[in-house]
Each structure stands twice: as structure tokens, then as C-alpha cells.
């Protein structure tokens, strides 16, 4: 195994828990719809605003690069069957990525990434719409790249060499650390880049691996990835 010289992260549900995130972010969202835009509400649900947006995925690729696009979508074209004013569309974006963007880490994501970025670069490759700036942890990252701005998804190669690149590496140089053994594990071993499976026992007790999938690793928390990082680094 090549030395590393980069450590690249998944974001959601590699460094906090992404399905209560969303769920209240969803609930604030339709709390200000009842408020703002009534008529929104008393003909849909949550669940059928999610499902609305599930049939528009599929209808333009542009949509599973861009979540954030998919839902003022969704939002659009709800205000319009309710004859709501589509105006306020931006203003319930705004309300829905603030309680979004409001995450807590996992309790050994912070100390593990202060110590890693004293040793290595870091940077983070997602496939969501996370804000790094508004969450406040941005300056643990080199680099940060998002398949809506680049037009590339997770297991794509290439949104994992553009990782690469803006953080001056070779792909064998970098390791890419992430809970989807798919997207996170397969897709960057696939690009040339070593993997970490990150199986947190809270999300999913027991989760089974695929035979085909064989991380480079697999560690529970952030504090056994610091120590099979620190084992084969190269300082730069």
C-alpha cells in the first residue's frame, strides 16, 4: 500500500447522523409552510412532498447531482398546484438549509479531525449539500468538493480525481473514508484511491459487508482511523 498523503471524508453519516438532521429540518420547513403558505400544506403532506420529489428525481439527471435543486423543484411545483405565491420558494429554501446545515458531529469526528489536520491534509467529497462554512467546520478542509458544483456523483471516478487534484495528490496517495461501502468504499477504490469503511454500530447495529466489498480498512470510530492513518502517512 502506497503511503498517504491526503485523507478525503464523506460528510453525512460519516461525520454526523444525517436521517434526524433531515427529519427536523423537514418538520421546521412544513411548521413555516403552514404559517406562510397554508393552502401548501392542507393539500400535501411531509410524506408526500418526499415522495414528490423521489418521481422528480427520476425525470432529469440533473436532479440526483443536485438535491438542493430537486427540492426547490418540488417546492415549486407544489406552491403552483396549491396557488401559492412561488415567490416565497426561496425564502422556505432558505428556512429549510439553515435547520439543514444545524448537524452535530459525532462525538469523536472533532478531536480526530483536529489532530488529523496537524499530520495530513484534509478534505471532504460529498455527494449532498452540506454547508461546511455554515456548519462551522470548513477549516478542517483543505479542499471541499460537492457533486452539484461539479457534475459528478459518488461512485463517478471522476468527483474523486477532482478531490485529488485540488488537493495536490495522486489518487494512490489519497485514502477516502465513508459509511456507504457502494458509494464511499467501492466507488473510490475504483478511482485509484484507498478506503476506510466507516461502521458505526450506532446507525446500524451489525451491518453486514458485501463479499465483494474489501475496504482497505474498516474502523468504527474516528479514533481508529487517526491511529491506521498516523501508521502510514507521509508528512508534507
Known amino acids: 500500500m502506497s503511503a498517504i498523503k491526503a485523507v478525503l471524508f464523506d460528510l453525512d453519516d460519516t461525520l454526523w447522523p444525517i436521517v434526524p438532521v433531515i427529519e427536523r429540518a423537514e418538520n421546521i420547513l412544513f411548521a413555516w409552510l403552514a404559517e406562510h403558505a397554508p393552502a401548501v400544506t392542507r393539500q400535501f403532506t411531509i410524506e408526500s412532498l418526499r415522495a414528490r420529489r423521489q418521481e422528480l428525481m427520476a425525470t432529469d439527471p440533473v436532479y440526483q447531482l443536485d438535491l438542493r435543486r430537486l427540492r426547490q423543484a418540488g417546492l415549486t411545483e407544489a406552491f403552483l398546484s396549491a396557488g401559492e405565491n412561488v415567490a416565497l420558494v426561496d425564502q422556505a429554501m432558505a428556512v429549510f438549509s439553515r435547520a439543514r446545515n444545524e448537524v452535530t458531529p459525532f462525538d469523536d469526528v472533532l478531536p480526530a479531525l483536529e489532530r488529523l489536520r496537524g499530520i495530513v491534509p484534509l478534505g471532504s467529497v460529498s455527494n449532498g449539500v452540506a454547508d461546511l462554512e455554515a456548519i462551522g467546520m470548513a477549516h ?26 485540488a488537493i495536490g495528490v495522486a489518487p ?28 458505526r454500530p450506532e446507525l446500524e447495529p451489525g451491518r453486514p459487508l458485501a463479499e465483494q466489498v474489501r475496504p482497505d480498512a474498516i474502523c ?7 491511529q491506521w492513518i498516523s501508521e502510514r502517512i507521509v508528512k508534507v
Open 220 to 226: 468504527n470510530t474516528l479514533f481508529e482511523l487517526e
Open 172 to 199: 494512490q496517495e489519497a485514502v477516502y473514508v465513508g459509511d456507504d461501502p457502494v458509494l464511499d468504499v467501492q466507488g473510490a477504490q475504483n478511482a485509484g484511491l484507498h478506503a476506510v469503511w466507516i461502521n
Open 140 to 165: 478542517y478542509f483543505q479542499v471541499s468538493v460537492a457533486a452539484h458544483r461539479i457534475g459528478r456523483a459518488k461512485p463517478d471516478a471522476a468527483i474523486f480525481h477532482a478531490a485529488c487534484r
